[in-house]
């Protein structure tokens, strides 16, 4: 063995093993570089989730039959499982759960800036499932492959839910396709606004994304943006034609020599704008989650108290041995 | 020489919430984290497929069934406080696991034996 006598520093050893495709784990050596940009990512996917609850929440209590209202809250309990499994997977990288719920409600930490817009009627939930999933799924599945262990088994799961979300929402327009004058009208609505914040959802194009390079060295994204958009793009600008309706972009042309769909410059600015908190919605997602903490602390007093009081009755003894 | 950021332990994480995270008040902190462990069917064994956080056993189960089997993924559930589990250390791996590498006489290919020899 020589391998004695060749000094390896940690970093080239991690980038070693990522190189090889093998996964880094919660206690292996990592750059605390990658475990920062690591938490900000999963944390900011994982506040994704549970804002994410708060536009489709809107319309449970108006779907229009027992079988969408089912779905719906099917739908959105899996969003709130996507959150624990995010945030269960931050927290193997020495972030606590408070300190996240902290960073969200005060702004420190952002989510997917498609939350900012409004539900306005029932089709909006058709949309936001083959639209916003659609594109989520997108970005999502490239991630099952990202380096850090935890990360990659939590997404894994994640999209093994997620398809059941993008058929329903395809299904609520199919089904409002097929109807009245009305109908149509409100799918194609939908559709015109859910489409442009929806390509918004891959992130700043690649030249304006400057963490990209890195990220892609540690394979902690596998895809770029641009490249995971186009992709998006190719597949719903297909899939629009089965509704009988069209996206809202006069640019969207299929280009025989690229073998893709070119497709009109995206609005940044509006980008930017909603990122930094001016959405239409953003402080009514904030103030809404800030709500739904305050309002339920004495639940979470209430539920230490009854387990402090247990223990001391059982004066320390274990529970229940496993059978 | 070796170089390290910060470890953090799985185990860690109870600990510090045992002795309160920077004297923030109880509704703030969180409560404990446990790993959930779930079988899958009947004669598998249980295997680890996350965490969260509970104030106590009856709640991680409850809360472990609505988030790990909400699709009809397991048949039993156990859950451990994080706290109580320890780990091998990984950068001790090398010295742990390698004298195997040199002990092939377990594997049963080791064994020289004429092809004429059957049911062996």
Known sequence: ?323 | MKQYSRIILYGDYGDREVAGSGGQDASHRDWPLWEVFIRSKQGLDHKHVGSLHAADAAMAIENARDVYTRRQEGVSIWVVESRYIHASNPDEAESLYDPANDKVYRHPTFYDLPDELTHM
Request: proline share 4%; charged share 25%.
């Open chain 1, 1 to 323: 063995m020589n391998t004695e006598s060749v000094a390896v520093t940690p970093e080239e050893h991690f980038q070693d093993k990522v190189n090889r495709e093998v996964k880094i784990e919660p206690r292996d050596w990592m750059p605390e570089k990658y475990r920062q940009t690591l938490i900000r990512q999963i944390s900011q996917h994982a506040h994704s989730e549970i804002v994410g609850m708060l536009p489709e929440g809107n319309w449970i209590t108006r779907a229009p039959s027992l079988r969408r209202k089912a779905t719906l809250i099917a739908k959105v309990q899996d969003e709130a499982g996507h959150g624990l499994y995010l945030y269960s997977a931050a927290e193997t990288l020495g972030i606590s759960r408070a300190e996240m719920i902290d960073q969200l409600h005060s702004g420190k930490a952002k989510y997917s800036s498609i939350f900012n817009y409004p539900t306005l009627n029932w089709a909006d939930i058709g949309a936001i499932g083959w639209l916003v999933d659609g594109a989520a799924i997108m970005n999502q599945v490239p991630l099952c492959r990202t380096s850090y262990g935890p990360y990659a088994r939590a997404m894994v799961r994640i999209c093994k839910e997620e398809s059941f979300h993008q058929r329903q929402g395809f299904e609520i327009l199919l089904t409002l396709s097929k109807g009245t004058e009305a109908q149509r009208r409100m799918c194609q609505d939908a559709i015109n606004r859910w489409w442009w914040p929806s390509i918004m959802m891959f992130g700043p194009s690649d030249d304006a994304s400057p963490h990209t390079a890195q990220s892609m060295k540690w394979k902690i994204k596998r895809i770029s943006n641009d490249e995971l958009r186009q992709k998006f793009v190719d597949v719903i600008a297909e899939q629009v034609k089965i509704l009988g309706m069209t996206l809202p972009d006069e640019a969207l042309a299929w280009n025989e020599a690229r073998g893709h769909y070119d497709f009109g410059t995206i609005n940044w600015e509006e980008f930017w704008n909603v990122i930094s908190g001016n959405g239409p919605c953003n402080r009514e997602r904030i103030a809404a989650r800030i709500a739904a903490h305050e309002e339920g602390a004495w639940v979470r007093e209430a539920a230490s108290a009854f387990a402090e009081k247990q223990r001391q009755r059982s004066g320390g003894k274990d529970e229940k041995a496993v059978a």
